[in-house]
Structure formats: C-alpha cells, structure tokens
C-alpha cells in the first residue's frame, strides 16, 4: 500500500489541536489595515478553528498530522 501524501497548501494554513480539530490563522489581516479598528486588529492574531463540517475534509488532506 503506498503512502498518502499530504496536500502542502492544507499543511502551510493549518495545525492539529491536541482534541483532534484544527486551527488556522484567520483572514482580514493582509492590507487595507488602516480603516480596521485597533481591536479589530488585535483579535485577529488569535488563531481561529475549523468549522466542524470542514475537518473531515482537513484529516482527508493531512492524513498525518
């Protein structure tokens, strides 16, 4: 049986929690910072988690993770 290869655009965007989700980092943080609150900035740096109807597809992508 071959080994499964793990899809690398899923790999660089998200990390596998230790309750077996996954979190990523969360978008509006590229440009355009300007006009975005300082709150709204700031809570952007924490990471977000996969919806829960997406993992199945995650776990699918990094079989070994």
Do not use: E, W
């Amino acid at each position: 049986m071959p080994k499964i290869k793990t899809n690398r655009g899923a790999a660089k965007r998200f990390r596998r929690t230790g309750n077996g989700g996954f979190k990523c980092g969360q978008s509006h943080r590229r440009h355009i910072l300007t006009k975005k609150s300082t709150k709204r900035k700031r809570q952007l740096r924490a990471p977000a988690t996969i919806h829960p109807s997406d993992v199945r597809m995650a776990i699918r992508m990094m079989p070994y993770s």
